[in-house]
Nanobody, 121 residues
Framework: QVQLVESGGGLVQAGGSLRLSCAAS????????MGWFRQAPGKEREFVAA????????YYVNSVKGRFTISRDNAKNTVYLQMNSLKPEDTAVYYC??????????????WGQGTQVTVSS
């Protein structure tokens, strides 16, 4: 049974930082593309960042480029999202996902339960 468990969310002031982690119980974790998505109240789920199996192919949505960094540690079956210079509009539930990778939710087979990130102004 595949499980993805996110952690690291919380309440932070604008300009602050948070580091999200996603621990995966996948035997072949290193063969999966990993992604981070977010969903704000009343809005559709939005792609944030993706990383391929080896970590040498990375994509970001334009709104987070230069502020967020996705990385992975295949030895620990974990993917990270370092979020700096946070803005109130980054407030959302953040989900990690495992699958073929890329920016479309439909390419991901497994999803975590989400972690809340709230940025106060």
């Amino acid at each position: 049974q595949v499980q993805l468990v996110e952690s690291g969310g919380g309440l932070v002031q604008a300009g602050g930082s948070l580091r999200l982690s996603c621990a995966a119980s996948i035997r072949t974790f290193s063969s999966y593309g990993m992604g981070w998505f977010r969903q704000a109240p009343g809005k559709e789920r939005e792609f944030v960042a993706a990383i391929n199996w080896s970590g040498d192919s990375i994509y970001y949505v334009n709104s987070v480029k230069g502020r967020f960094t996705i990385s992975r540690d295949n030895a620990k079956n974990t993917v990270y999202l370092q979020m700096n210079s946070l803005k109130p509009e980054d407030t959302a539930v953040y989900y990690c996902a495992a699958g073929r990778g890329g920016s479309y939710p439909t390419t991901y087979a497994y999803w975590g339960q989400g972690t809340q990130v709230t940025v106060s102004s």
